[in-house]
């Protein structure tokens, strides 16, 4: 009787643990949702809100009622709780750094280690100021060096993953000042990890020991690395006609993680930067990784963030703050924390000569706290580093505190600098050639998407300028469907096929894009949106303004039968390339594919030598193509040519580019021509000067003097050139294009581009017609929205 007894309260003990652990996971996630459908609209980022369900789940809420309390707080549960957020640690930092822009890091690392040393050396000192002051308020015995090892993570560290679902969460992930303090936190962190290992290991006085587990550390990794690349290559070729990877594979590849993670575990290291070095040096291009994101993104943003975090704000406990003394540590914590992240971020951000106001948004977001620090706290009591319930109780409340106050003024801060860090669009006409494009390509189906791809590449300019291409794959949903809600659980756990979704397009596109890939070593991120085409321009642009797009291409309604002719393609492809056209918070361009010219803007690398024709008239969407043809110009595989048309009244007046400049003019009233054949004349002063004088660009001047002789003139180049690039509108009524043909067809693609789209001018050539962004035209009425 006495065995079975003993057995029951074995079977108790190991089962409660689990039960409890479930339901607190259960009620954190149920709370955290109700509250970020309240919170929200007030613009607060996801992260706090889980903490604040977490907050309100623990000793500071529902669970000062006794038999809450009871039920959720067993000193025996600790375990299973550490292991899950180890657990929960490792994905997450896999898919950071399988989400992180790695070449922005590296392009970007001086400036973001400036700032995480500087917010951390700060901190570090503001830390070793108040170890002797808390050592002695909290009543502690043991090492205050150890005690003071855990206030300097706690204040230096900048919780990474609270970093970026806050800037993701208020859209600012891809400004500069969010990716800056993105890759600062990650460095941040990694200074945390290091004394974290210091903290762990402190016993180990032997310092070859420390040296030799330095050494395996790096070994694991770059195994780990390298493994990853050839079977994620490997799985790749053997998955060649599917959509994605089956279960069984990620599984395995998941399997290495942990496997490797454990490891490091046992030897002391934590596994928060390998994890998130496994994640960023994970092949980007293919099946692999494409799967691992649909598959890792949805669970982990709805499931493990709110009970990650809320699992943090559930430790936390502020009555321990009714003590005096306890209160008043607590006060010196956060005041020594914002004042050292503030006084070394504000030092590092004046030597980099970044803005004040962006300085301090800067600041604030490196003191997010709740990932390293709370790992440190839980080795320090768990292997009695220093004795002292009240310091840990503390130094938890200040954490938690800390990110639930200063979230907020986060939050405040964003939408107030939104001048600083919103979306500002710059015309190509006035930007500087060499400074980073992100271009938006859209695609119906796969028949573009080499062209595309091939725009891209050509757009690359020198390898050293940056770029950032975006494919969206636009996926008509039927007037049947009611919700895109079913469509997203099927893509991302594949319970049903996607046939009526893209059907077997996503392979082809797919495969084209890790083609390119391979060949170029440029990624392209990939986006679906499904939608029916009276919505799919708002995807369009909202994708546009979330990723701060430079430029968005679109495909032309038209494309190319196997006789060259161009057919007729679906209504509503041509209405949303309108509205697009109205709305777009950027300049946008329509491709016109003429499909034999789907290779020759050089996706492969190859050495051929590409003919691109600038067709310019005069007015800013002719000047935006001219800006935009610089990065075209800069790649030694296009050879560039502007051709421009003047009126036969300037005939003895030019002279290459003789530009004239009345700068001694009295001031006058300017009539709206004149100012902008002004603005002409001025940009292609600079461009000659720059471009056409050094031997980069070649330069022909055509006049003419009616539509009917341009016509006739570019009849005469149809065949010379692979693409020609010209502007939408914004010349007036000019006779240089006056009766270019007897009637407009697609009055969208302005009076020269619908004449080279059109049937009687016959050529092999692609054309893209770009349009410069308008402030007045996206703030239009929504009257189209609506039919």
């Not at 930092?93 to 917010?119: K, Q, V």
């Not at 891809?174 to 460095?187: D, K, N, W």
């Not at 390298?226 to 994605?244: D, T």
């Not at 069984?248 to 390998?274: C, D, N, P, Q, R």
Request: charged fraction near 20%.
């Amino acid at each position: 009787m006495a065995g079975t007894e003993q057995q029951a309260s074995c079977n108790n003990e190991l089962v409660n643990p689990i039960i409890s652990m479930g339901l607190q996971y259960s009620g954190i996630l149920v709370i955290s949702h109700v509250l970020q459908i309240l919170l929200k609209p007030l613009g607060q980022a996801s992260p706090f809100v889980q903490i604040l369900a977490g907050f309100l789940m623990g000793p500071s809420g529902f669970s000062r009622i006794k038999a809450v309390e009871k039920f959720f707080i067993q000193s025996y549960a600790s375990g299973y709780y550490e292991f899950m957020a180890l657990i929960f640690r490792t994905i997450i930092m896999f898919l950071i750094g399988l989400e992180t822009d790695f070449p922005y890091l590296m392009r970007n690392i001086r400036p973001a280690s400036i700032i995480a040393c500087g917010s951390s050396l700060a901190c570090t000192f503001f830390a070793a100021a108040v170890t002797f002051l808390v050592f002695q308020e909290t009543a502690s015995r043991g090492s205050s060096f150890m005690m003071s090892l855990m206030i300097i993570i706690t204040l230096a560290n900048a919780a990474s993953p609270i970093v970026v679902r806050v800037a993701a969460d208020l859209k600012f992930s891809t400004s500069e000042t969010g990716r800056l303090a993105i890759s600062s936190s990650l460095i941040a962190d990694a200074y945390a990890v290091i004394l974290l290992f210091i903290l762990s290991e402190y016993k180990s006085t032997s310092i070859a020991k420390w040296i030799f587990f330095f050494f395996l550390y790096f070994i694991i990794v770059g195994i780990v690395i390298v493994i990853n690349m050839y079977l994620a290559n490997w799985l790749n070729r053997r998955n060649r006609n599917q959509k994605y990877l089956r279960n069984a594979e990620i599984f395995v590849l998941l399997a290495i993680l942990y496997v490797a993670a454990m490891a490091l575990e046992h030897f002391g290291f934590s596994s928060i930067i390998a994890s998130f070095l496994i994640g960023s040096m994970f092949p980007r291009g293919g099946k692999a990784a494409r799967t691992l994101l649909i598959k890792l993104t949805y669970p982990i943003h709805n499931f493990i963030f709110p009970i990650y975090f809320g699992n943090h704000g559930f430790r936390a406990n502020v009555t321990k703050l009714k003590n005096l003394r306890n209160f008043m540590v607590f006060c010196i914590l956060i005041l020594s924390s914002i004042g050292g992240k503030i006084v070394g971020t504000l030092a590092a951000c004046f030597h980099l000569k970044i803005p004040y106001r962006e300085g301090v948004l800067l600041a604030f977001m490196m003191n997010l706290k709740g990932h390293v620090d709370m790992l440190a706290l839980t080795i320090g009591l768990t292997d009695d580093l220093v004795l002292s319930q009240n310091f840990y109780d503390v130094m938890i409340a200040t954490i938690i505190v800390n990110t639930l106050v200063w979230g907020p003024i986060v939050a405040f801060m964003v939408r107030r600098e939104s001048d600083i860090i919103g979306y500002r669009q710059i015309h190509f006409e006035s930007q500087n050639p060499e400074s980073e494009l992100r271009i938006l390509a859209c695609v119906h189906s796969p028949r573009p998407v080499a062209t595309m791809l091939g725009l891209v590449a050509a757009s690359r300019g020198p390898r050293d300028v940056p770029i950032t291409p975006y494919l969206m794959h636009l996926v008509e949903l039927p007037g049947k469907k009611k919700t895109n809600l079913m469509y997203n659980q099927r893509e991302e756990d594949e319970l049903s096929d996607e046939d009526d979704y893209g059907g077997n397009d996503v392979v082809e596109i797919n495969d084209a894009v890790d083609m390119f890939t391979s060949e170029t070593g440029l990624f392209v991120h990939q986006i679906k949106a499904v939608s029916p085409f009276s919505r799919m321009h708002a995807d369009i642009c909202n994708n546009a303004e979330d990723i701060r797009a430079s430029i968005v291409v679109l495909p032309f309604h038209k494309h190319q039968r196997i006789d060259g002719k161009l057919e007729n393609g679906k209504q509503g492809i041509r209405t949303t390339n309108q509205k697009v056209l109205r709305h777009a918070p950027c300049s946008v361009a329509i491709l016109i594919d003429r499909g034999l010219t789907a290779g020759s803007l050089n996706p492969s690398g190859s050495d051929s030598l590409q003919h691109i024709a600038i067709l310019f008239f005069g007015g800013p969407d002719d000047r935006e193509a001219l800006g935009f043809s610089k990065r075209l110009g800069m790649d030694h595989h296009v050879n560039l040519t502007i051709i421009r048309f003047l009126p036969a009244s300037s005939r003895g007046q030019i002279a290459g580019v003789n530009i004239a400049h009345k700068t001694d003019d009295v001031l006058m009233a300017i009539s709206n021509d004149e100012v902008e054949k002004e603005a002409d004349n001025a940009v292609l002063t600079e461009f000659h000067n720059r471009y056409v004088v050094t031997g980069q660009v070649g330069y022909v001047e055509k006049v003419v003097e009616s539509g009917a002789e341009t016509a006739s003139a570019l009849r005469d180049m149809a065949e010379m050139y692979s693409l020609f690039i010209v502007g939408k509108d914004g010349r007036g009524h000019s006779i240089l294009t006056t009766g270019m043909s007897d009637w407009e067809e697609c009055p969208e693609l302005g009076k020269v581009g619908d004449f080279l789209a059109s049937p009687e001018f016959d050529i092999s050539g692609s054309v893209l017609v770009v349009q410069q962004y308008r402030p007045s035209k996206h703030d239009d009425d929504d009257d189209d929205d609506k039919q």
